[in-house]
Structures are given as structure tokens and as C-alpha cells.
């Protein structure tokens, strides 16, 4: 079955620091992948996504780097702010197809402290 | 404006129970799901929907019956609630289409609490 992997369920850094969030995923090779932030009672938002033809996409302080042969996603936040804190996550289109099948990972909590 | 709104935020109810939460979206995407995030905080598929049509049903007891009466909404009902049923229900939506890759748009939640 597919799995996907976020391998630090939680990461502390000093601000100005950049962080580094990992995602893993095994036995599939999907089109696109996407990182969600989540707030604590909220649902989650998107913030960017990548194709399997893409090997960096940023946005801002946010890049994201999409390895299809290591099957692995990397998201950092340079420069990072107190605000950055949040849990991350990361989500991929299993469906193969045109329609929504979109899985997620654990996520991993980002605590940023001043 | 709220893109995905669901009602209600909070839900407590006892065990044995029936309830409904509600979902629209005013994004006019054609696809629409439920997540369920329980207290680990892993979010995990229930339902898929496209343009009315089940799509994906990830091995949810049949306790939990989806129901989209056009393509904005998506209710879920839940028969004979349980405690394990007790986590944060999410709605949310997407735009799907050949050659089209987008994002999903989530609902601020729904607390369920069951006792």
C-alpha cells in the first residue's frame, strides 16, 4: 500500500534559523506533491506544490524540492519566525487519474522559538 | 466569504447516537471530500466525491453514509456514533480535470465529541 512518510513529528529551531521538513513516500510515483500548513483548531492551508518534472519550486521565504528518484520532498523556511509555527504536512495525489485522491502525511510540528 | 464552511463546529453527542455535519463550498469546484484528523492529528480520507459521485470510500464503516445533493455540498451522517467516532471531521474541495493539478480547500473543522 502507498505510505507516506514525514519523518520528524517534531522540530524546534531559533528564529533567523532555516528550517527543514522531510517527506518520504513509498510504492508510488506520483504527478505532484503538496505541503499544507495547519494551525492549532483550524484546517489545513496550502502553500505549495510541486510536479514530478519540477525539481524546486519557491515561494517567497519557502522552497520546496521534489526528488522522484529518492521518492522524497524537502520543505525549508529560510529565515524563520516565530510565526512559522505550525505542524506541516505533506500531501500527494494517489489517484493516478484526473480525479481527488489526495493522501496525507503525518505532518511535522515546527516550533520556532525567538 | 467563506470558500468551505461547515456546521456545526462542535458536535457533542452520547454514544448510539445520529448526527449530521454540513459542508458547502462556493469555490465551484467539482470535488469534495471528508478527512477525518483524530487525536494524533493524522488526517485521513474518507470520502471523495466527483460531481455527486462517490469516488473513494477508504474502508469507513458503513455507519458513515456521505451524502451531496448537488456539487456545492457534501453532508456526512453518521448512524449509531461510537467513541472511537470522536475526532475533528474535515471538509474540503478541489477543482479536478485533465491536465489540471490544484489545491484543496479546507473547512475550519468539526469537533465531534462522543460520550
Known amino acids: 500500500s502507498q505510505k507516506i512518510e514525514q519523518n520528524s513529528e517534531a522540530l524546534n529551531i531559533q528564529e533567523g534559523k532555516t528550517a527543514t521538513l522531510t517527506c518520504n513516500y513509498t510504492n508510488y510515483s506520483p504527478a505532484y506533491l503538496q505541503w499544507y500548513r495547519q494551525d492549532p483548531g483550524r484546517g489545513p492551508v496550502f502553500l505549495l506544490l510541486?510536479?514530478?518534472?519540477?525539481k524546486e519550486k519557491r515561494k517567497e521565504r519557502l522552497k520546496v524540492t521534489f526528488d522522484t528518484t529518492l521518492k522524497q520532498s524537502l520543505f525549508h523556511i529560510t529565515a524563520s519566525q516565530p510565526a512559522d509555527s505550525a505542524t506541516y504536512l505533506c500531501a500527494l495525489d494517489m489517484s493516478g487519474s484526473t480525479l481527488g485522491r489526495l493522501y496525507f502525511g503525518r505532518g511535522t510540528q515546527l516550533t520556532v522559538w525567538p | 466569504d467563506t470558500a468551505v464552511s461547515q456546521t456545526p463546529k462542535y458536535l457533542v453527542t452520547q454514544m448510539g447516537n445520529d448526527k449530521s455535519i454540513k459542508c458547502e463550498q462556493n469555490l465551484g469546484h467539482d470535488t469534495m471530500y471528508w478527512y477525518k484528523q483524530d487525536s494524533k492529528k493524522f488526517l485521513k480520507i474518507m470520502f471523495s466525491y466527483n460531481n455527486k459521485e462517490l469516488i473513494i470510500n477508504e474502508t469507513v464503516p458503513n455507519r458513515f453514509s456521505p451524502k451531496s445533493p448537488d456539487k456545492a455540498h457534501l453532508n456526512l451522517h453518521i448512524n449509531s456514533l461510537e467513541l472511537g467516532d470522536s475526532a475533528v471531521y474535515f471538509c474540503?474541495?478541489?477543482?479536478?480535470?485533465?491536465?489540471?493539478?490544484?489545491?484543496?480547500?479546507f473547512g475550519q473543522g468539526t469537533r465531534l465529541t462522543v460520550v
Open positions: 474540503a474541495s478541489s477543482h479536478t480535470g485533465t491536465g489540471v493539478v490544484a489545491e484543496a480547500f
Open positions: 510541486i510536479r514530478e518534472n519540477e
